[in-house]
């Protein structure tokens, strides 16, 4: 059976966490070394399984998104030209900005526009930022307002944000505004909305975390995009999290390495907690913590974020999506017939009121949420009065397994 959604606000319900590069340069790194992530973190923040009150068969909201916004033809889905855009207006990114190398996809960008740029002669725009640039505007604009559309396109940027802003993808590069201060900045758009404050806080903490010690320890998480693009089919499949596999990077060693890359198809619980061969995304993660000087609250605060994120990969803790789903298979009204009735509905939306409330909810957060002094073991610092060594050691060990 298929379902239609009346509206694409029905499912317009993802969090976005904004990134700050100190450059161009950064912006690019984290842009591509932060697409490779984004599915693993969509599996991980799957919280859609319910839609126009039936239980359906997939976790997340992305290709709900991307269909209500898919704007092709007839003739554009059925019979593409060379310049037919091969994907919905809401799809995984179709380039990386830092490496050609595992840009494998070849998506088609207006060359004219292409041309253009590359013959201005501006220093920070290189073939990659070029094809990028010229692939959004491959697209037709979707969007207007009435009193903005006669503007001096030397002096104002609204133009070309109306269309970036429009191509939503699970990475969105946003160069600095005309006449502001401020610099160049990523988007990471694949975070499902939580059931509480606690939970969007960790997941939105882990992704800032990961993309300091990404930068503090020139991590190498590329892979071809073609593989990303699986991920992200993957990922939204029932219980990924612990079902599926996914396409990673082994050999995450110093991005001026060029060695080939070793990748394997892992389970969520392997990238993020590790493997006999692989440290693990938290542990890298919390090198950076340990290497970081903080007062232990706020430390400890952040571990127990990275707790949450590290017993959602193991299973330990469910996702939002398969406590959903136990709860309605579980209700008292439920018939075993994909029907969440409004009596149902009811009951599922006061019992979500409840927890964002304080509710305890061991299935969704075990006991991280009424910690008092937050105190994890894997966080070290003077405040459990251990030696400086250990603390060295740790980070040690991490960079010995990225050198």
Same mark, same amino acid.
């Not at 002096?155 to 699970?170: G, K, V």
């Not at 593989?227 to 219980?239: G, S």
């Not at 990748?263 to 590790?274: H, K, L, R, S």
């Given at each position: ?44 923040? +799957? ?82 930022? +070029? ?16 009193? *903005? ?15 970036? #802003? ?5 990475? *969105? ?15 990471? *758009? ?11 806080? +960790?997941?939105? +903490? ?5 993309? *300091?010690?990404?930068? #503090? ?22 219980? =990924? ?112 009121? =409840? ?16 910690? #008092? ?9 003077? #405040? ?20």
């Amino acid at each position: 059976m298929c379902l239609t959604a009346n509206a694409n606000i029905a499912v317009f319900h993802v969090t976005c966490t904004m990134f700050q590069a100190c450059d161009l340069d950064e912006a690019k790194v984290l842009y591509d070394q932060l697409a490779v992530v984004s599915p693993i973190v969509m599996a991980l923040s +799957a919280g859609s399984p319910i839609y126009r009150g039936y239980l359906c068969d997939v976790d997340c909201r992305w290709n709900v998104i991307s269909d209500s916004v898919d704007d092709r033809t007839y003739e554009e889905l059925h019979n593409p030209e060379p310049k037919t855009p091969r994907n919905s207006r809401y799809s995984c990114i179709n380039s990386y900005l830092k490496s050609e190398k595992y840009s494998d996809v070849n998506p088609p960008y207006d060359h004219d526009l292409y041309e253009m740029l590359m013959s201005a002669n501006v220093d920070i725009i290189d073939s990659l930022l +070029a094809k990028h640039i010229a692939h959004i505007f491959n697209r037709d604009p979707i969007s207007a307002f009435s009193n *903005r559309v006669e503007l001096d396109d030397e002096q104002d940027t609204e133009h070309f944000e109306s269309l970036q #802003s429009s191509n939503w993808q699970n990475m *969105r590069f946003k160069p600095p505004p005309a006449g502001t201060d401020i610099g160049w900045r990523v988007e990471f *758009r694949t975070i499902e909305a939580q059931i509480t404050d606690f939970e969007n806080a +960790a997941f939105v +903490a882990f992704c800032i975390l990961l993309s *300091r010690a990404l930068a #503090s320890f020139k991590c190498n998480f590329y892979i071809p995009l073609s593989l990303v693009q699986i991920n992200m089919e993957r990922a939204q499949k029932r219980d =990924a999290v612990l079902q599926e596999k996914f396409f990673f990077r082994k050999n995450i060693q110093c991005c001026k390495c060029d060695c080939e890359p070793i990748i394997a198809e892992m389970t969520v619980d392997e990238i993020i907690n590790g493997s006999e061969d692989f440290p693990g995304v938290c542990r890298i993660i919390r090198a950076y913590i340990n290497n970081m000087d903080l007062e232990f609250v706020t430390a400890a605060r952040l571990c127990s974020y990275i707790t949450l994120i590290q017993k959602r990969a193991s299973g330990e803790l469910k996702t939002t999506a398969r406590w959903m789903r136990d709860y309605v298979k579980n209700h008292h009204l439920y018939q075993n017939d994909s029907v969440v009735s409004e009596e149902l509905t009811y009951d599922f939306v006061m019992e979500c009121d =409840a927890i964002t409330n304080g509710k305890e909810c061991h299935e969704l957060l075990g006991t991280l949420r009424k910690k #008092s002094d937050f105190q994890d073991k894997h966080f070290r610092r003077d #405040s459990y009065h251990t030696d400086d060594k250990e603390i060295e050691e740790e980070v040690n060990g991490v960079l010995g397994i990225l050198e």
